[in-house]
């Protein structure tokens, strides 16, 4: 499967391929778990420079990935993508949104052989969203999604995303969509 792009009209995005049966890297499970909205505070993928204290960066430096997830003082986690994906290291704030996901829904993009996951926020998860959106335009800083201490996700955010609907998208097959669809779903 190739990467995915997560699409909200307003978010580019990297977006890590759900691990593949086989491979050795985390893999969150459909276990009740909340998905967590995150800053990323630095990634192996961008630059790696850590901004963020001493002890901190410290604990980061030492962080390689496939490894399970370790979180830090102050909320902050250290984790892994996944899939192709699994040694990309991410440094991720406090979750600026718990849960706030309403269903998750697979939709075929414009009748095409491209399906896509459509994650509709609740009242409350809309709200904060769309603040934790507006919040990052201005620095194109990336947002991880996570679940179960795996990032799904980390789109650079250009636009604050305010109709409540989070859109996964990108060359899923329709079985994969409906994996990506199960794992997210409340």
């Keep these: 499967m ?48 850590c901004r963020a204290d001493a002890p901190t960066c410290a604990a980061w430096a030492g962080f390689t990935c496939p490894a399970e997830a370790v979180g830090l003082d102050g ?58 959106t507006a919040e990052l335009v201005p620095t194109y800083a990336p947002m991880g999604i996570v679940l179960d201490g795996v990032v799904l996700a980390a789109p650079a955010v250009q636009e604050p995303v305010d109709d409540g609907v989070v859109r996964l998208a990108g060359d899923y097959t329709e079985e994969e969509a409906e994996e990506l669809a199960d794992l997210l779903a409340p």
Excluded: Y
Excluded at 80 to 100: K, N, Q, V, W, Y
């Design 2 to 49: 190739s990467p995915p792009r997560l699409l909200a009209v307003a978010l580019a995005a990297l977006v890590l391929p759900l691990a593949g049966c086989g491979d050795d890297s985390p893999t969150p499970e459909p276990d009740g778990a909340q998905v967590e909205f995150r800053k990323v505070v630095t990634s192996s993928h961008l630059d790696g420079a």
């Design 75 to 132: 909320d902050l986690l250290m984790a892994c993508g996944t899939g192709d994906d699994a040694e990309r290291s991410f440094l991720l704030g406090a979750p600026e949104i718990t849960g706030g996901v309403a269903g998750a829904e697979v939709r075929n993009r414009n009748g095409a052989a491209q399906w896509e996951v459509e994650l509709p926020l609740d009242e409350e998860g809309t709200r904060a969203f769309a603040a934790l």
